[in-house]
């Protein structure tokens, strides 16, 4: 099919846990990249997700049940982003890659991550010795869905094995395979067997993508071609290298770090990242200066403005917001306004209208939101006043926040939906989104939400790193 991404020749973004984010991506794709992957995403997490089409961001968002942003991104990369995936069910697989085909350019998988979490579940280089597996859920891929698949091994103890799985996998119509030249055992930190992936690269027609030289072998541009000829690959695949400073994808040769960092740190409050993962980034890129003035205000940030202010970047920060907040004072059509008429009952600012408990995912709901957005803005907490009327014992709420006064002239059955109604009142009166399912303009505040599941992210990202500073679910 016109258009297919092609692996022959490139020079890729391999794929890194918690790295390969949306504005790592971006800036790689900027400095020279051909291929860019995102980090492996867990099937059974995606399963859940539901696609969000995020106007105010203009990016296309997979968002889990507790509003996390699992995979973000946009048009800008979609004819070069590849999904990686963690899996070892066939039908599954497929629901994922379904789910996202659309949206990105091709569709991988980890077979090569020898961390506990995921081999216990059969996924990354458990499959190695599952060959019947790994043929399962790469025909079932290739045969479901339009985007080329593609995987990503490390090499078996004997070069026999590793080639007849290589071979069987080509058979599965795949359009390329990443070789990390290391065995499962083998640590980051241990020389990459390029006589192995050369082997591979021989043994195969289609594509092979050499993956493991950063250490030792990539310091510059100009040795990404000395890997090539050392695996007789035509592809090469960089995942520390370019963590380290994406600029390595430059054929001009790399940029100053600082220059990079902020270039990062653009796409970063462009693209509304989380800060605790641009933090990551930039911790990653800081490497042993990270304990300078400059790492220590990065590493003490818990905000995106903080990281900002960080590299002097303050006005850049307003003004991004800016941007942002127009863009979604924009989307609020004025059919949505119409729908929504405002009146004043005294003092009082008043809409007709009901809270639909449907209309609203499980675990949230707009007092929620209200709150959060009050506790954003540094007010008091919003007040509720409830009033029970004796003729059908229905119910209406008055909310108060800042000393201005919400509510909804319909009343309710209950205390609580009154209470939600009014929410809602001052919520849409002031242009605040309120969390309803499919609203697009409402994927905005699911991300600040996100901020608020910070403590458990950081708790998180604090377990899965192991000694070597790698992470549980990456590694491969
Ligand atoms: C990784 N790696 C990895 N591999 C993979 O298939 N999926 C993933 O999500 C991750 N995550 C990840 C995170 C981080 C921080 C690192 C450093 C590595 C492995 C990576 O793609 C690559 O195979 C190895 O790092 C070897 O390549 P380099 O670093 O020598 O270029």
Same mark, same amino acid.
């Given at each position: 099919?016109?258009?297919?991404?092609?692996?022959?020749?490139?020079t890729?973004l391999?794929?890194m846990?918690?790295?390969? $984010?949306?504005?790592m991506?971006?800036? #790689?794709?900027?400095?020279?990249?051909?291929?860019?992957?995102?980090?492996?995403?867990?099937?059974?997490?995606?399963?859940?997700?539901?696609?969000?089409?995020?106007?105010?961001?203009?990016?296309?968002?997979?968002?889990?049940?507790?509003?996390r942003?699992?995979?973000?991104?946009?048009e800008?990369?979609?004819?070069?982003?590849? @999904?990686?995936?963690?899996?070892?069910?066939?039908?599954?697989?497929?629901?994922?890659?379904?789910?996202?085909?659309?949206?990105?350019?091709?569709?991988?998988?980890?077979?090569?991550? +020898?961390?506990?979490?995921?081999t216990?579940?059969?996924?990354?280089?458990?499959?190695?010795?599952?060959?019947?597996?790994?043929? %399962?859920?790469?025909r079932?891929?290739?045969g479901g869905?339009?985007?080329?698949?593609?995987?990503?091994?490390?090499?078996?103890?004997?070069?026999?094995?590793?080639?007849?799985?290589?071979?069987?996998?080509?058979?599965?119509?795949? %359009? #390329?395979? &990443?070789?990390?030249?290391? @065995?499962?055992?083998?640590?980051?930190?241990?020389?990459?067997?390029?006589?192995?992936? !050369?082997?591979?690269?021989?043994?195969v &027609?289609?594509?092979?993508?050499?993956?493991?030289?950063?250490?030792?072998?990539?310091?510059?541009?100009?040795?990404?071609?000395?890997?090539?000829?050392? $695996?007789?690959s035509?592809?090469?695949m960089? #995942?520390?290298?370019?963590?380290?400073? +994406?600029?390595? @994808?430059?054929?001009?040769? +790399?940029?100053?770090?600082?220059?990079?960092?902020?270039?990062?740190?653009?796409?970063?409050?462009?693209y509304?990242?989380?800060?605790?993962?641009?933090?990551?980034?930039?911790?990653?890129?800081?490497?042993?200066?990270?304990?300078?003035?400059?790492?220590?205000?990065?590493? #003490?940030?818990q905000?995106?403005?903080?990281?900002?202010? %960080?590299?002097?970047l303050e006005?850049?920060?307003?003004?991004?917001?800016?941007q942002?907040?127009?863009?979604?004072?924009?989307?609020?059509?004025?059919?949505?306004?119409?729908?929504?008429?405002?009146?004043?009952?005294?003092?009082?600012?008043t809409?007709?209208?009901?809270?639909?408990?449907?209309?609203?995912?499980?675990q949230?709901?707009?007092?929620? @939101?209200?709150?959060?957005?009050?506790?954003?803005?540094?007010m008091?907490?919003?007040?509720?006043? $409830?009033?029970?009327?004796?003729?059908?014992?229905?119910?209406?709420?008055?909310?108060?926040?800042?000393?201005?006064?919400?509510?909804?002239?319909?009343?309710?059955?209950?205390k609580?939906f009154?209470?939600?109604?009014?929410?809602?009142?001052?919520?849409?009166?002031? !242009?605040?989104?309120?969390?309803r399912? !499919?609203?697009?303009?409402? %994927?905005?505040?699911?991300?600040?939400?996100?901020?608020?599941?910070?403590?458990?992210?950081?708790?998180?990202?604090?377990?899965?790193?192991?000694?070597? !500073?790698?992470?549980? $679910?990456?590694?491969?």
């Amino acid at each position: 099919m016109a258009g297919r991404l092609s692996f022959a020749n490139i020079t890729a973004l391999a794929p890194m846990v918690r790295v390969g $984010t949306l504005p790592m991506r971006l800036l #790689a794709l900027d400095y020279g990249a051909d291929v860019v992957y995102c980090e492996e995403l867990i099937d059974i997490k995606m399963v859940q997700c539901h696609r969000v089409e995020n106007e105010v961001l203009q990016t296309v968002d997979f968002v889990a049940p507790d509003d996390r942003v699992m995979f973000r991104t946009c048009e800008k990369e979609k004819q070069k982003v590849v @999904f990686q995936m963690g899996t070892a069910d066939p039908e599954r697989a497929l629901t994922v890659a379904r789910l996202v085909e659309k949206d990105v350019a091709a569709i991988d998988v980890n077979m090569g991550c +020898p961390k506990e979490y995921s081999t216990k579940g059969g996924m990354g280089a458990a499959l190695l010795s599952d060959p019947d597996k790994v043929e %399962a859920i790469l025909r079932k891929l290739v045969g479901g869905v339009s985007v080329p698949v593609t995987c990503k091994i490390r090499i078996l103890p004997s070069l026999e094995d590793t080639l007849s799985l290589a071979r069987r996998i080509e058979k599965t119509g795949v %359009a #390329a395979i &990443a070789v990390h030249g290391r @065995f499962k055992e083998e640590r980051p930190r241990h020389p990459v067997h390029c006589d192995y992936i !050369g082997a591979v690269a021989r043994a195969v &027609a289609i594509p092979v993508i050499a993956n493991g030289g950063s250490l030792d072998l990539v310091k510059t541009h100009g040795d990404i071609r000395a890997f090539k000829e050392a $695996t007789g690959s035509t592809s090469v695949m960089l #995942a520390r290298a370019a963590m380290w400073n +994406p600029s390595i @994808f430059r054929s001009a040769g +790399p940029l100053p770090l600082h220059d990079v960092m902020i270039q990062y740190l653009k796409y970063a409050l462009r693209y509304d990242n989380h800060a605790f993962n641009s933090k990551y980034c930039l911790c990653q890129m800081l490497r042993d200066k990270v304990e300078s003035v400059l790492g220590k205000r990065v590493q #003490a940030a818990q905000t995106n403005r903080e990281l900002s202010d %960080a590299y002097g970047l303050e006005d850049l920060f307003k003004e991004t917001q800016k941007q942002l907040e127009a863009r979604r004072d924009a989307l609020l059509s004025p059919e949505w306004r119409q729908d929504n008429v405002i009146t004043m009952d005294g003092d009082v600012t008043t809409m007709a209208l009901k809270f639909q408990r449907r209309e609203y995912p499980p675990q949230l709901t707009p007092k929620m @939101f209200l709150l959060e957005w009050s506790r954003r803005q540094k007010m008091e907490q919003p007040t509720y006043q $409830t009033v029970q009327r004796a003729q059908d014992r229905a119910f209406q709420s008055t909310v108060t926040v800042e000393d201005r006064k919400y509510r909804s002239s319909l009343w309710e059955k209950s205390k609580k939906f009154a209470e939600q109604a009014s929410a809602v009142v001052c919520l849409r009166s002031l !242009g605040i989104p309120e969390g309803r399912v !499919g609203a697009e303009t409402d %994927a905005w505040p699911q991300k600040r939400k996100m901020e608020d599941n910070r403590d458990a992210e950081e708790k998180r990202k604090k377990q899965t790193v192991d000694a070597d !500073g790698e992470p549980e $679910t990456g590694g491969l």
